[in-house]
């Protein structure tokens, strides 16, 4: 019988894991690289979203782990896999041609940032663990707040000390999401300690705010599920579609006649179907002519970038009434995702709803309370080194340079409007709320649906469906969305776009019966 050829004999001996080898690490990042230049060059080529079906993705995957790895001489099998396999499957958020949603921003400094910040991997969880991430990260939020013109209340170098002596301060948290939960745990936490039982304190945010208000009430236990309206109140609004006041009262006054304790109030600046503005000081004056003062959260997840251009800042008048406040560099800010800042005016009342410290995170100056443990500003006890790719970014590109990506998208937002607006075929139902535009295909629901679905096959550009009421208090209609914010968005990734319209509508248009 003819012997087995052993494979240690034949075979280079598998690759096994040990210390961090800064070769390997350089040979496998300049291969990273390459490849990754290769897809954002041709990312205009591509169409914006993949032709796939449910478990095409899996069918390409060996459905168990290989026994030997590859090692580096494998890496181009790899990276070979990763166009042929992964790549085919994706939507391509950073393609010219995307106009959905809310556009997830990038660019070079930010991506080298995450890399840095992955070859660092730290973890920021106290001060003593990292001491540099966590006084980064303070004076990254601090620099973040002059950009936007926050009120000084929110910075930790205009308090006592910031969150150790007392005053606001920021942190920056994974999405808007987490930023209403974290309000949400504050507000409740304060409300309690104010005296109010736990299972009577209520949250109120307006019918057109994101599905993270209600998400975060289910996941703080004060709603089983998303129409459970024991304890959050969602707020009808005008006919721009922002928070009526007036309602606003109407509900917190029924709600302290039934002994309820209303603890929060979730505004929005930009909400994310047509990009209306709440009225910040309505909302306030509603509570206090009340006599209550619940935690007021501010909700410029998309927006709020805008403010960058002190132009764009006049949405946010009554902005020193809240409580809190979130922006996302990572929507329109040229900030990797994820990066949510979230600025607090009492960092000790986030901070009381949340600290709890275990011996093994006792530590000399956290306990004299001389810095800043973010620990305890979010649910995480473990953080990577976020604000890298803020310093980065702001360094690279400077105020101005922020500046000049907004503005630049507002541009072509202003050229989509009027272009809409000037065509026979289509119809404008809210003003261009800076850079998102929504429109429909005159007054028809079935043309404007069929429209969004038409554009969105051709896979050139993509856009999103969504559905709102055309007029005070009446039922949702199909509107159509468009938003610009994409990074390497411009001029003629919008000519295109305009030309995918036309010809749809001419298509829907002829084809209604």
């Given at each position: 019988m003819q012997e087995k050829t052993n494979q240690a004999d034949t075979n280079p001996a598998p690759p096994t894991p040990g210390p961090l080898d800064p070769g390997l690490y350089e040979a496998l990042v300049a291969q990273v690289a390459a490849w990754g230049?290769?897809?954002?060059?041709?990312?205009?080529?591509?169409?914006?979203?993949?032709?796939?079906?449910?478990?095409?993705?899996?069918?390409?995957?060996?459905?168990?782990?290989?026994?030997?790895?590859?090692?580096?001489?494998?890496?181009?099998?790899?990276?070979?896999?990763?166009?042929?396999?992964?790549?085919?499957?994706?939507?391509?958020?950073?393609?010219?041609?995307?106009?959905?949603?809310?556009?997830?921003?990038?660019?070079?400094p930010a991506i080298a940032a995450e890399l840095a910040s992955a070859t660092l991997n730290t973890n920021g969880m106290l001060w003593a663990t990292s001491p540099a991430a966590t006084e980064l990260e303070m004076r990254m939020m601090d620099w973040c707040a002059h950009l936007f013109g926050l009120p000084e209340s929110f910075r930790f170098d205009a308090g006592a000390g910031g969150a150790?002596?007392?005053?606001?301060?920021?942190?920056?948290?994974?999405?808007?999401?987490?930023?209403?939960?974290?309000?949400?745990?504050?507000?409740?936490?304060?409300?309690?300690?104010?005296?109010?039982?736990?299972?009577?304190?209520?949250?109120?945010?307006?019918?057109?705010?994101?599905?993270?208000?209600?998400?975060?009430?289910?996941?703080?236990?004060?709603?089983?599920?998303?129409?459970?309206?024991?304890?959050?109140?969602?707020?009808?609004?005008?006919?721009?579609?922002?928070?009526?006041?007036?309602?606003?009262?109407?509900?917190?006054?029924?709600?302290?006649?039934?002994?309820?304790?209303?603890?929060?109030?979730?505004?929005?600046?930009?909400?994310?179907?047509?990009?209306?503005?709440?009225?910040?000081?309505?909302?306030?004056?509603?509570?206090?002519?009340?006599?209550?003062?619940?935690?007021?959260?501010?909700?410029?997840?998309?927006?709020g970038a805008a403010m960058v251009c002190p132009e764009h800042r006049a949405f946010a008048q009554g902005i020193e009434h809240a409580d809190s406040v979130c922006i996302n560099p990572h929507k329109w800010l040229l900030t990797n995702f994820d990066c949510d800042l979230f600025w607090v005016r009492d960092a000790r009342a986030l901070t009381g709803s949340?600290?709890?410290?275990?011996?093994?995170?006792?530590?000399?100056?956290?306990?004299?309370?001389?810095?800043?443990?973010?620990?305890?500003?979010?649910?995480?006890?473990?953080?990577?080194?976020?604000?890298?790719?803020?310093?980065?970014?702001?360094?690279?590109?400077?105020?101005?340079?922020?500046?000049?990506?907004?503005?630049?998208?507002?541009?072509l937002a202003e050229r989509i409007e009027a272009w809409l607006r000037d065509h026979p075929r289509f119809s404008v139902p809210f003003p261009r709320s800076l850079g998102l535009v929504c429109f429909r295909v005159g007054d028809d629901d079935r043309q404007t649906t069929e429209l969004v679905a038409r554009v969105n096959a051709g896979r050139r550009v993509l856009i999103t469906p969504t559905s709102v009421p055309l007029v005070a208090g009446g039922p949702p209609q199909p509107v159509g969305r468009i938003s610009v914010g994409t990074t390497t968005t411009d001029a003629r990734a919008v000519e295109l776009l305009l030309a995918e319209l036309g010809a749809a509508a001419d298509a829907v248009v002829q084809s209604a019966p």
């Amino acid at each position: 019988m003819q012997e087995k050829t052993n494979q240690a004999d034949t075979n280079p001996a598998p690759p096994t894991p040990g210390p961090l080898d800064p070769g390997l690490y350089e040979a496998l990042v300049a291969q990273v690289a390459a490849w990754g230049a290769g897809y954002l060059r041709g990312l205009p080529d591509r169409p914006v979203r993949p032709d796939a079906k449910p478990g095409d993705t899996l069918a390409r995957l060996p459905a168990r782990p290989p026994e030997s790895g590859l090692g580096e001489p494998g890496w181009g099998t790899i990276l070979a896999d990763l166009d042929r396999d992964i790549v085919p499957g994706l939507v391509h958020w950073q393609h010219p041609g995307f106009f959905a949603y809310f556009s997830c921003n990038a660019s070079a400094p930010a991506i080298a940032a995450e890399l840095a910040s992955a070859t660092l991997n730290t973890n920021g969880m106290l001060w003593a663990t990292s001491p540099a991430a966590t006084e980064l990260e303070m004076r990254m939020m601090d620099w973040c707040a002059h950009l936007f013109g926050l009120p000084e209340s929110f910075r930790f170098d205009a308090g006592a000390g910031g969150a150790a002596g007392g005053g606001g301060g920021g942190v920056i948290q994974a999405t808007a999401s987490e930023a209403t939960l974290a309000a949400l745990v504050a507000a409740r936490s304060r409300a309690v300690r104010a005296g109010a039982a736990r299972d009577r304190v209520t949250v109120y945010t307006s019918e057109q705010a994101h599905s993270s208000v209600v998400k975060a009430a289910m996941v703080a236990g004060l709603a089983d599920h998303p129409l459970d309206d024991g304890r959050v109140r969602v707020i009808g609004t005008d006919a721009a579609l922002r928070m009526d006041p007036a309602r606003l009262a109407a509900a917190v006054r029924a709600d302290l006649d039934a002994g309820l304790v209303p603890a929060l109030v979730v505004a929005t600046l930009g909400s994310t179907s047509t990009g209306a503005f709440d009225p910040l000081p309505g909302i306030h004056a509603a509570c206090e002519g009340l006599g209550v003062r619940p935690w007021l959260h501010v909700d410029a997840a998309w927006a709020g970038a805008a403010m960058v251009c002190p132009e764009h800042r006049a949405f946010a008048q009554g902005i020193e009434h809240a409580d809190s406040v979130c922006i996302n560099p990572h929507k329109w800010l040229l900030t990797n995702f994820d990066c949510d800042l979230f600025w607090v005016r009492d960092a000790r009342a986030l901070t009381g709803s949340m600290s709890i410290t275990p011996a093994y995170l006792r530590d000399e100056q956290s306990a004299a309370g001389r810095v800043v443990d973010y620990r305890d500003w979010h649910v995480p006890l473990g953080r990577r080194l976020r604000a890298l790719k803020l310093w980065f970014v702001i360094r690279h590109f400077g105020a101005e340079g922020l500046r000049a990506h907004i503005r630049g998208h507002i541009a072509l937002a202003e050229r989509i409007e009027a272009w809409l607006r000037d065509h026979p075929r289509f119809s404008v139902p809210f003003p261009r709320s800076l850079g998102l535009v929504c429109f429909r295909v005159g007054d028809d629901d079935r043309q404007t649906t069929e429209l969004v679905a038409r554009v969105n096959a051709g896979r050139r550009v993509l856009i999103t469906p969504t559905s709102v009421p055309l007029v005070a208090g009446g039922p949702p209609q199909p509107v159509g969305r468009i938003s610009v914010g994409t990074t390497t968005t411009d001029a003629r990734a919008v000519e295109l776009l305009l030309a995918e319209l036309g010809a749809a509508a001419d298509a829907v248009v002829q084809s209604a019966p």
